[in-house]
């Protein structure tokens, strides 16, 4: 399958497919943190490309409840509306199957409520960071290895001039989840 990954700097989910045989790329603003296919483009100029599928991570600085507090501020400079109008692009593309992530935000309202909330520890990985699933002509994603610690060293992530590439950072279980239950889906 041709899968496009938007929003992805770290290849974590491009190279879960492409390790299982798919021909994965990756697509942001930003070179890729790894080698592997990657675009550096706005993914908008992409979705049209013929991809069977699509995985896409858009930017949540503008959209999650982590920064209610700023609401205001980024309603009135325009900020927060860019970032739903990208998010309803992707939602738009003309791609079948495709699943959109965001953490709990205003999506929730503003589209609709996600199909599915997963956790890292669902995959592996004690931590808790509740990750949105927007899913389209896909099935949710099962837990794979349901773990004990519920760990929230995201939430107390100090701050770093990294801290929110660090927070976003896709978790190599879940990674591995979408890439083993999604990568089969032909219809």
């Not at 992707?90 to 959109?100: D, E, F, R």
């Not at 349901?146 to 770093?160: L, N, T, Y």
Request: proline residues 8%; contains cysteine.
């Amino acid at each position: 399958m041709n899968i496009l990954v938007a929003c992805e700097r770290s290849g974590i989910v491009r190279d879960a497919f492409i390790s299982r045989g798919h021909n994965a790329v990756s697509c942001d603003i930003v070179p890729s943190e790894t080698d592997g296919p990657h675009i550096q483009d706005d993914v908008l100029n992409h979705l049209d490309d013929g991809w069977d599928m699509m995985l896409a991570f858009p930017p949540c600085t503008h959209l999650s409840v982590s920064g209610a507090r700023w609401f205001a501020q980024k309603r009135a400079d325009g900020r927060q509306q860019r970032a739903i109008e990208f998010f309803l692009a992707l939602v738009k593309a003309p791609i079948k199957k495709k699943v959109i992530e965001n953490p709990i935000g205003i999506m929730s309202t503003i589209y609709r409520k996600p199909d599915q909330i997963i956790q890292p520890w669902m995959f592996g990985h004690p931590e808790t960071k509740a990750m949105c699933l927007w899913r389209f002509s896909l099935p949710p994603l099962e837990p794979t290895n349901i773990v004990e610690g519920r760990e929230h060293r995201i939430h107390k992530m100090a701050p770093s001039p990294t801290r929110g590439i660090d927070r976003s950072r896709m978790y190599p279980g879940i990674a591995s989840a979408f890439a083993a239950q999604y990568g089969f889906q032909t219809n």
